[in-house]
C-alpha cells in the first residue's frame, strides 16, 4: 500500500505522523523508502522524513494531493544499548508499578484511593526489601558467616581462604567477615539507585507543554524558555475557559512529569536498602553481643538498633507522606529527604560496619546468620498488604461498577502478588544456586548432607510449592486449550458465511477459526492470572506456615510421615530447588544475550514497551516510564507544525504506538485537537487498557475522550490477539469510532484480482488493508470540515514554515 493515497484538496497542508508499535520500527520500514532523513530527535526518539520530503513546507503544490509522510520512532527508550540488559533485574519492580494504576476509580471515596496508593507503595517498599536482603542471604550469610565458618566448606577454595575460621587470621573473625562482605550487597543497592537516577535524568525530567495551565516559567511564543507559552489559548477567553476545564487524568499537566515524586522515593528506597544491609551486619554483632561480658558492647548494639528503627520509621514517613501531582506540574525537589536521607542511611551503614568489626576474639558463626527470620516477616508483610489492597480495590469497585474492569476490579491486588511471587523467585533461586555450588554434592537443609546449613528453610518452603503451583495452573490451561479447539471448530461456518463462500475449504476455514480461537485468549487471561495470584497467596501463606511450624525443609519435616506424603515432599522440594534453579540460569542467560545482541534485546524490549508505559509511581527502581519523554514529543510535535502551518493533521498509531498518540492527543489544548485526526488501528486501548487499567482507560475515560476528540477512526481484526474495538459510541451514533471488524485474511482464496492466497496478518500489516487509505482519507476530509481558520499571526508564517 503506497503512503502516497490521494486526500482532498485544501488550501493548508496535510500531514500523516505514524507512530509504530511494539517491537520497533526503522523509519525505513515505516515510510517504505530505503532514504530517510531526520527532522527533530536524536539517537533514543526521533520523527523522520523521506529524503523527497524533508522540505515539504516549502514546496506545498506537491502535496495538495497527498499527506506529507512523517514516521516517529521510540524503540530505542526501550532497547537501546546493553545497559537495558540490566533492566531484567527489575521485572519485579516493573509489575508492582503497574498494581498502582490498576485500581477502579470511584466519586466520593478519596480516602480509600489514597488507601490504595499507600499500600501499593508499601508493597513495592517491601520488594526492595527483600531484594536487598537476598543478597545480604548469599554474600553475608550463605558465603561469610556458613561457608567461610565452616573448614570442610572453605577449604579448597582460595579466594575464601583469608576468611575462613580455620586459618585464624585478622578476618576470620564472624563480625569482620560480615563487615567486609556488606561490600556486595551495598553495591546491588547503589546499582539500583545509579540505573533510577541516569534514567530519571533523561526521562522523568522531560517538560510537557503545559502552558495553557499558566505554569509561570512557560512563556515566549515558541516556548523558548522551557515550555510552550499560550499553548492553545487564542485568545484571553479561551484560555480562562480551559483554566477552568477539570481534565481527565491522562490530560492533566503533570501526569507525564513525575519527577518529584521519583526522586523522593528513590531516595526512600536507597535508604532502605542500605539500613537493610546495615541491619544484616550490625544486627547480628548487637544480638551477640548482648549475650557476652562487655557491657560498652551491649550498649552501643542498642543504640545502633534503635538508630536504625528510627531510620526505618523515617523511610516510611518519606514513602507515606505524599503520592502523585498531576493537577498541576510539579518541578521541585523535597531536597531534604532526597539528599539527606540515603545519605544518612549510608552513614548509619559505616557505622554499623565499624561496630561489627570491633574485635570479638569469642564469637564463632553458627548454622544461620542470625536474623534469618527477617524473610518470613518480609513474606507475611507483603501477604497483609495484598489482602489489605485486595479490600481496598473491592470497596472502589462497588462503587465504581467498571463492568469490563478484569478480575472484577481486582486486578491491581493480582498483579501485585504476581510481582511478590517474581520477588521470591528471583531471591530464592539466588539463594539455592548459591548454596548449592557451595555445597557441593550435599542438599543443604537435610541432616548428614552437606557442608553448610544452606539458606533459610523458608526459600526451601517457597521453592517446594512451586511445583504444586504449576499443577494448579495447569488444569484451567488445559480447560482453555480444549474450550479453544471446540470454538474453532463452531467458528469455521461462520467464517465460510461472513466470506460468501461457494466451495468451502475445509483446511483454509479451520486455519481462519483457529486464529480467531486462539485471538480470543486474551481476554480470559485475566482468569488465569487470577487463579496464579490466588494459588499463589494461599500457598505462600502455607509456606510460611510449614516453616515456622517445623523450623525444617520439607524433605526433613515430613520424615516419618506416611510413605506417599514423605515421598510427594522430598519430590517437591527437589524438583522446586531445580525449578527455581533453572528459572533463575535461564535469568542470566537472558541478561549476557539482551547485553551482546541487538536483535534479542528488542524481543525483551517488548516486555519493556508494554510493561513500562506508565510512570514510576509505586516503584522509583522500575525501568523507566518511555511515555513521559514520548508523549510530550509527539505533543510538541503536532502542536507546533499545525501552530506554524495551520494544517491538517492525522497521527496513526499502531498497537501500542495507538496508545501513545491517544496519550499525546489527550495532553492537546482544545483549538490544536481540532486540526488533529486520530487513526488508531490493532489497538489495545480498550482490550487491555480499558479492562486493567479502568480508572484511565475505562469506558468513561474513553467516552470522554471520544467527546474531545472530532475526528477518530479505530481499525481491528478478529484474528488480532491484541488489538480490538473501544466501544465508545452507543448503538446507532455517527460518526461511529470502530469500523467494522477487517477480514482477514483479505480474501477467502483464489480468484482473478488475488490469484495467490493471502496471509493471515493477525496484528501486523493493517496498512496493507485498502480500508487503512479509506479511513485516512475521510479524516483528513472530515478536518478540512471542522478545522477553524487560521489566525492572522498563522497566516504570516505559514509559508515560510518547515518541518
Not at 507503595?121 to 550469610?141: F, G, H
Not at 465504581?400 to 517474581?422: D, E, F, I, K, Q
Amino acid at each position: 500500500m503506497s503512503l502516497d493515497t490521494p486526500v482532498p484538496r485544501s488550501g493548508q497542508p496535510a500531514l500523516e505522523l505514524l507512530v509504530h508499535g511494539v517491537g520497533g520500527a526503522t523509519p525505513q520500514e515505516m515510510l517504505r523508502d530505503p532514504r530517510t532523513v531526520r527532522i527533530t530527535g536524536d539517537e533514543k526518539a526521533a520523527i523522520y522524513r523521506r529524503t523527497d520530503d524533508a522540505e515539504a513546507e516549502l514546496h506545498p503544490e506537491r502535496y495538495r494531493d497527498r499527506p506529507i509522510p512523517e514516521a516517529y520512532c521510540w524503540s530505542n527508550l526501550t532497547s537501546g544499548n546493553g545497559a537495558r540488559a540490566l533492566w531484567l533485574l527489575l521485572v519485579p519492580f516493573m509489575v508492582v508499578n503497574l498494581a498502582h494504576w490498576m485500581r477502579p476509580k470511584a466519586k466520593g471515596l478519596s480516602g480509600t484511593t489514597r488507601l490504595y496508593g499507600v499500600l501499593v507503595r508499601l508493597v513495592a517498599l517491601s520488594l526492595t526489601v527483600l531484594l536487598t536482603a537476598a543478597a545480604c542471604e548469599v554474600a553475608l550469610d550463605l558465603v561469610a558467616w556458613q561457608c567461610a565458618g565452616s573448614p570442610e566448606c572453605s577449604r579448597g577454595r582460595s579466594w575464601l581462604g583469608f576468611l575462613s575460621s580455620d586459618q585464624g587470621g585478622w578476618w576470620s573473625q564472624p563480625g569482620r567477615r560480615l563487615a567486609l562482605a556488606s561490600a556486595a550487597p551495598t553495591a546491588v543497592v547503589g546499582l539500583l539507585w545509579y540505573l533510577s537516577n541516569r534514567t530519571w535524568s533523561a526521562y522523568e525530567s522531560q517538560r510537557p507543554p503545559t502552558g495553557e495551565y499558566g505554569t509561570d516559567d512557560y512563556n515566549g511564543e515558541n516556548g523558548e524558555n522551557g515550555g510552550i507559552g499560550d499553548i492553545g489559548a487564542e485568545d484571553d477567553e479561551e484560555k480562562k475557559q480551559q483554566q477552568q476545564t477539570v481534565r481527565s487524568a491522562l490530560g492533566r499537566p503533570g501526569f507525564w512529569y513525575g519527577r518529584r515524586l521519583v526522586a523522593r522515593l528513590r531516595a526512600a528506597h536507597t535508604a532502605a536498602g542500605f539500613l537493610t544491609v546495615a541491619a544484616a551486619v550490625g544486627g547480628a554483632a548487637a544480638r551477640h553481643d548482648r549475650g557476652a561480658s562487655s557491657t560498652l558492647l551491649e550498649i552501643c548494639g542498642r543504640v545502633l538498633e534503635s538508630t536504625l528503627v528510627l531510620g526505618a520509621a523515617a523511610v516510611l514517613w518519606v514513602v507515606l507522606r505524599r503520592g502523585r501531582s498531576e493537577t498541576l506540574l510539579d518541578a521541585r525537589l523535597d531536597r531534604l529527604a532526597v539528599r539527606c536521607l540515603p545519605g544518612a542511611a549510608l552513614a548509619l551503614l559505616a557505622v554499623s560496619v565499624l561496630y561489627a568489626a570491633w574485635s570479638r576474639p569469642g564469637w564463632a558463626s553458627g548454622a544461620h546468620l542470625p536474623g534469618d527470620v527477617t524473610f518470613r516477616v518480609i513474606a507475611l508483610t507483603q501477604g497483609a498488604l495484598v489482602s489489605a489492597l485486595a479490600v481496598a480495590a473491592y470497596v472502589l469497585q462497588r462503587r465504581a461498577c467498571h463492568t469490563r474492569a478484569a478480575l472484577s476490579g481486582l486486578g491491581g491486588p493480582a498483579v501485585a502478588m504476581v510481582a511478590c511471587a517474581l520477588g521470591g523467585v528471583m531471591s530464592g533461586g539466588l539463594a539455592q544456586r548459591v548454596a548449592d555450588w557451595l555445597d557441593g554434592p550435599g542438599t543443604p537443609g537435610m541432616d548428614g548432607e552437606g557442608t553448610i546449613a544452606g539458606p533459610p528453610v523458608l526459600l526451601s518452603w517457597q521453592a517446594s510449592v512451586i511445583p504444586v503451583l504449576l499443577i494448579v495452573v495447569l488444569v484451567p490451561g488445559l480447560g482453555l486449550a480444549v474450550n479453544t479447539w471446540r470454538s474453532s471448530r463452531r467458528l469455521a461456518g461462520r467464517i465460510e458465511a461472513d466470506y460468501e463462500v461457494r466451495r468451502p475449504d475445509s483446511a483454509r476455514s479451520k486455519r481462519i477459526a483457529g486464529t480467531w480461537a486462539r485471538a480470543a485468549l486474551t481476554d480470559v487471561a485475566p482468569r488465569l492470572i487470577g487463579i496464579v495470584a490466588g494459588a499463589t497467596l494461599l500457598l505462600g501463606a502455607g509456606a510460611v506456615a510449614g516453616a515456622w511450624a517445623s523450623g525444617e525443609v520439607p524433605g526433613e519435616a515430613f520424615s516419618g510421615s506416611p510413605r506417599f506424603v514423605e515421598s510427594a515432599a522430598d519430590a517437591a522440594q527437589a524438583m522446586g530447588s531445580w525449578l527455581i534453579g533453572f528459572g533463575f540460569i535461564l535469568f542470566v542467560t537472558w541478561g549476557r544475550r539482551a547485553y551482546r545482541d541487538a536483535s534479542a534485546r528488542r524481543t525483551i524490549g517488548i516486555l519493556w514497551d508494554v510493561g513500562t508505559f506508565w510512570p514510576r509511581a509505586a516503584h522509583p527502581f522500575a525501568p523507566p516510564c518511555y511515555a513521559e519523554r514520548a508523549v510530550p514529543d509527539l505533543t510538541w510535535r503536532m502542536y507546533a507544525w499545525t501552530r506554524s502551518t495551520s494544517g491538517r493533521l492525522v497521527i496513526s498509531g499502531h498497537s501500542q504506538g495507538s496508545v501513545l498518540a491517544a496519550a499525546a492527543v489527550w495532553q492537546l489544548p482544545a483549538a490544536t485537537r481540532r486540526r488533529v485526526a486520530l487513526l488508531t488501528y490493532g489497538s489495545p486501548l480498550e482490550r487491555l487498557y480499558g479492562r486493567w487499567f479502568p480508572a484511565y482507560f475505562g469506558p468513561a475515560a474513553l467516552r470522554e475522550f471520544r467527546g474531545d476528540v472530532h475526528c477518530w477512526r479505530n481499525l481491528w481484526r478478529r484474528t488480532d490477539p491484541i488489538g480490538g474495538p473501544v466501544r465508545v459510541a452507543a448503538e446507532g451514533e455517527e460518526p461511529r469510532v470502530d469500523r467494522e471488524a477487517l477480514k482477514d485474511p483479505v480474501a477467502y482464496g483464489r480468484s482473478d484480482r488475488n490469484p495467490l492466497p493471502e496471509p493471515i496478518l493477525g496484528h501486523s500489516e493493517y496498512q496493507a488493508d485498502p480500508a487503512f487509505a479509506i479511513e485516512r482519507r475521510d479524516l483528513l476530509d472530515l478536518l478540512d470540515q471542522i478545522a477553524p481558520a487560521p489566525l492572522p499571526h498563522q497566516q504570516q508564517r505559514t509559508e515560510g514554515a518547515v518541518g
